[in-house]
């Protein structure tokens, strides 16, 4: 489980660079789950100081599915407490 906190276009391109290197490092699984939990107050937080959702939103999904074989994107779950912007959590069975 890793947090990501800061402006939103970086915390994707984080959550992907870690994704990648979680891969690398697990190596070959027969299995494997992805979930982000998004704080659905930081967010706000990052869109009233100006980040935009979409271009990077969507360009990150694809991403993830296209360039990792995952055979769908991986599962939001939204928070409605206060805590970091995006929490990346990995489950797999070797």
Known sequence: MWT?????G???SDIED?????????????RI???IELSLPALRSRMQAGDAIQPAWSR???AMTS????????RIRY?????????????YRS
Do not use: E, H, N
């Open 67 to 74: 360039r990792y074989g995952l055979p769908a994107a991986p």
């Open 10 to 12: 970086v915390c994707l």
């Open 18 to 30: 870690t994704f990648r290197r979680a891969i690398v490092q697990v190596g070959d699984v027969s």
């Open 79 to 91: 928070l409605k407490t206060r805590a970091a912007l995006a929490t990346l959590v990995i489950a």
């Open 60 to 62: 990150f999904l694809d």
């Open 4 to 8: 990501f906190d800061g402006a939103f």
């Open 33 to 35: 789950v992805v979930m």
